[in-house]
């Protein structure tokens, strides 16, 4: 996917300028309300959609390659709406991965392969003892290497420092 994807990117940055610069004062001469980049951008995009939609059914039970095909997409959307302000309520690739049977699958593997990583970073050798065990200057409480291994699991998967999750635990409101 990362070929098709990076392909639409380069072409909307490609054309980025013609179109600002040729077409728009055109379409703003002809009393138009039509943005030139955004509806380029919104054909590409639909492009796109057709491709996603017939490969996403051939990766469904590979987990490795819809996790790359997800991930992929998400880079996609990101540089998307960031690099190029495409709108959020025009058609794009989460439409797609928002579907019940592809979210589900996304969700189940997502479970997997924390529940794998969990695994690994419990059950390895060094997971209970601190990476700091030989230096003298640490503080008293030397936390194992498995807590910190999910410390930091926990920061990627929430994006929060660990500090905020715990003010987001704390905060949450009981009704």
């Known amino acids: 996917?990362?070929?098709?994807?990076?392909?639409?990117?380069?072409?909307?940055?490609n054309h980025t300028k013609f179109l600002n610069d040729k077409i728009q004062p055109i379409l703003i001469k002809a009393h138009s309300s039509v943005n030139a980049k955004m509806e380029f951008t919104r054909g590409l995009?639909?492009?796109?959609?057709?491709?996603?939609?017939?490969?996403?059914?051939?990766l469904l039970y590979d987990d490795v390659l819809y996790c790359h095909l997800v991930d992929e997409v998400l880079l996609f959307q990101r540089e998307l709406h960031s690099a190029h302000g495409y709108l959020s309520s025009l058609p794009n690739c989460m439409h797609i991965l928002s579907e019940?049977?592809?979210?589900?699958?996304w969700l189940t593997v997502e479970r997997k392969l924390a529940l794998e990583k969990m695994d690994s970073m419990l059950?390895?050798?060094?997971?209970?003892?601190?990476?700091?065990?030989?230096?003298?200057?640490?503080?008293?409480?030397?936390?194992?290497d498995c807590a910190e291994t999910f410390m930091t699991l926990l920061?990627?998967?929430?994006?929060?420092?660990p500090f905020a999750i715990y003010l987001d635990i704390k905060l949450i409101p009981m009704f």
């Open 1 to 13: 996917p990362e070929w098709y994807l990076t392909q639409v990117l380069m072409w909307i940055s």
């Open 45 to 58: 995009v639909m492009l796109v959609l057709e491709k996603l939609s017939a490969d996403i059914p051939c």
């Open 100 to 105: 019940d049977t592809f979210f589900q699958r």
């Open 123 to 144: 059950s390895s050798e060094a997971a209970w003892a601190s990476q700091y065990k030989d230096i003298s200057d640490v503080d008293e409480m030397k936390f194992p």
């Open 155 to 161: 920061l990627v998967i929430t994006g929060k420092l």
